[in-house]
């Protein structure tokens, strides 16, 4: 188990580098909310952004995920619970006024780094308009 990597993945590594390469800057493997104990991939908090990249295995792809073999109980009750995190993590998050991202690895990192960005940059758009119409 201690050689399964919580962040820093190959996929995630390549979205950094596909953002950054587009001027986005980030924080990694941070807290969202302060009171929350969940760290999400990549923050955006002035867009208020959070992006997961979520494994395969880990989080139950509904294409990929193959039940194990050796314990299963354990295993999937696991993968279970680490999918009811993940509901629940997005329904705070939502409730505070932040938009979540969810990617799985499999997918293209192009196609989520033009997503995330996208997503960033409305967000932006939108905040300065309401800065605006304060003044």
């Not at 294409?63 to 619970?81: F, I, L, M, Q």
Request: contains cysteine.
């Amino acid at each position: 188990m201690q050689a399964i990597r919580s962040r820093d993945t190959a996929p995630e590594r390549l979205v950094r580098s596909l953002l950054h390469a587009q001027g986005l800057r980030y924080r990694v493997a941070a807290r969202p909310l302060p009171n929350l104990r969940r760290t999400a991939d990549l923050v955006f908090r002035p867009a208020k952004v959070a992006v997961f990249i979520d494994g395969c295995y880990w989080h139950g792809c509904p294409e990929h995920y193959v039940a194990p073999k050796t314990n299963p109980g354990y295993w999937s009750d696991k993968v279970a619970r680490n999918m009811a995190r993940d509901r629940d993590t997005d329904q705070r998050l939502e409730e505070a006024g932040w938009t979540v991202l969810r990617f799985w690895e499999h997918e293209a990192s192009a196609e989520c780094a033009a997503q995330i960005a996208v997503e960033v940059m409305k967000r932006r758009a939108q905040a300065a308009l309401a800065d605006r119409k304060k003044e």
